[in-house]
């Protein structure tokens, strides 16, 4: 049973800063792309910044030069540092695995970021 597993969510100020990271059981980490996805109150789920196992990176116009998303292939674990934090970052964020051949994907069950003063 692969497990994909968020930490580092909370409550925090506009302006400020949290690092969430996503622990994972997958076998073969290194050929998978990590995402970081995000969503909020009857919102639909979006995209926030994926890493390929070569370390390219993708990121949300939203989000671009205040996260960034690395992993760690030695602890099968992928983080993402967000600064300067918004009201609208507020949302549930989930950890994604996925691999293309064959096609997979997995999904971790989320950690809340709450960014209000």
């Known amino acids: 049973q692969v497990q994909l597993v968020e930490s580092g969510g909370g409550l925090v100020q506009p302006g400020g800063s949290l690092r969430l990271s996503c622990a994972t059981s997958?076998?073969?980490?290194?050929?998978?792309?990590m995402g970081w996805y995000r969503q909020a109150p009857g919102k639909q789920r979006e995209l926030v910044a994926t890493?390929?196992?070569?370390?390219?990176?993708n990121y949300a116009d939203s989000v671009k030069g205040r996260f960034t998303i690395s992993r760690d292939n030695a602890k099968n674990t992928v983080y993402l540092q967000m600064n300067s934090l918004k009201p609208e970052d507020t949302s549930i964020y989930y950890c994604?695995?996925?691999?293309?051949?064959?096609?997979?994907?997995?999904w971790g069950k989320g950690t809340l970021v709450t960014v209000s003063s």
């Open positions: 997958v076998s073969s980490f290194n050929v998978y792309v």
């Open positions: 994604n695995a996925q691999r293309s051949s064959p096609f997979v994907s997995y």
């Open positions: 890493i390929t196992s070569g370390g390219r990176t």
